[in-house]
């Protein structure tokens, strides 16, 4: 089974740091491009950074120079290193990628999938 699983959220004061991590996992043949969202309580889901299999990356303004997205193609995992936290960074965090997954006698099949989300909080 194919799946993209998060992990590393948690409660930090604001200025401190935390470290997301997305894995993939099943029968991969590759992974396109991935990306991190957030959605904070009562808003709707934002970009946060993006990353290509190449590793080209774009940031949303809020993010720009506190986040750092990055990904292992060996470990099929990718990350989102958050420094300079702020209260209004808090929300569930999920992970975004376009995997590409044997599907069945020499077939692979490609397609979209999310992780089931991460809670960051950052308290003032």
């Known amino acids: 089974q194919v799946q993209l699983v998060e992990s590393g959220g948690g409660l930090v004061q604001a200025g401190g740091s935390l470290r997301l991590s997305c894995a993939a996992s099943?029968?991969?043949?590759?992974?396109?491009?991935m990306g991190w969202y957030r959605q904070a309580l009562g808003k709707q889901r934002e970009l946060v950074a993006t990353?290509?299999?190449?590793?080209?990356?774009n940031y949303a303004d809020s993010v720009k120079g506190r986040f750092t997205i990055s990904r292992d193609n060996a470990k099929n995992t990718m990350y989102l290193q958050m420094n300079s936290l702020k209260p209004e960074d808090t929300a569930v965090y999920s992970c975004?990628?376009?995997?590409?997954?044997?599907?069945?006698?020499?077939?692979?099949?490609?397609?979209?999938?999310w992780g089931q989300g991460t809670q960051v909080t950052v308290s003032s």
């Open positions: 990353i290509t299999s190449g590793g080209s990356t």
């Open positions: 099943g029968s991969i043949f590759s992974i396109n491009a």
């Open positions: 975004n990628g376009e995997l590409t997954y044997y599907s069945g006698s020499q077939r692979r099949t490609t397609r979209e999938y």
